[in-house]
């Protein structure tokens, strides 16, 4: 008895390499054959500022249709349904409690160089130049103090003029 297990003790122990190479292989032929690319959803247009990077060739100017909303006069704040005053106290969570604005509240937009006090003035404006140049751009820049009720009106204008490239300028600092 001591015979068969010393003998089988000095046998060397040999692992088949071939048969984990062949798994190996159809693994990795698996998992290449349902491997799916992940397609690019969509690409933003991006207008970079020229003589920046490694290209230093003139780059063509892109005119844009500057769109300006200014706050003339702020008026009342009213409570969030336009009945009386807007109460400035916190609720329980903190935060101011909603308000809207009453109609002493005034608006001035500009369409580039042209002043204009109403939103049909200006989606009038935008058409005129859509219908000259639809490439053109535009640019919405919101003035402190307006809110996002007086953009998405301007907003709403400049979609229904025709223009798909639309841009907004950042805040202002104090």
């Known amino acids: 008895m001591k015979s068969s297990l010393k003998k089988a ?8 390499m071939t048969s984990m190479i062949d798994v190996v292989f159809l693994l990795l032929i698996f998992f290449l054959c349902t491997l799916k690319f992940k397609t690019l959803e969509g690409k933003l247009a ?19 249709v500057e769109i300006v ?28 409690k909603r ?8 608006l001035s937009y500009g369409v580039g160089p042209r002043k204009m006090s109403d939103v049909g ?11 000259a140049d639809s490439e053109r751009p535009a640019t919405i820049d ?3 103090g307006t809110v996002y009720e007086d953009v998405v009106a301007v907003l709403d204008a400049t979609l229904n003029a025709g223009f798909t490239q ?9």
């Open 142 to 144: 919101s003035r402190p």
């Open 166 to 174: 639309i841009t907004f300028v950042g805040s202002y600092e104090d």
């Open 9 to 16: 003790a000095e046998d060397q122990c040999e692992l088949e």
């Open 46 to 64: 991006a207008y970079l500022p020229k003589d920046v990077g490694v290209n230093t060739s003139d780059a063509e100017e892109i005119e844009k």
């Open 99 to 106: 308000f809207s604005y009453g109609a002493g509240r005034k």
């Open 121 to 131: 003035d200006i989606q009038t404006r935008l058409t005129q130049i859509y219908k």
């Open 69 to 96: 909303v200014k706050v003339v006069s702020p008026g009342e704040k009213l409570d969030a349904y336009g009945r009386g005053p807007w109460d400035p106290t916190k609720d329980a969570n903190g935060n101011y």
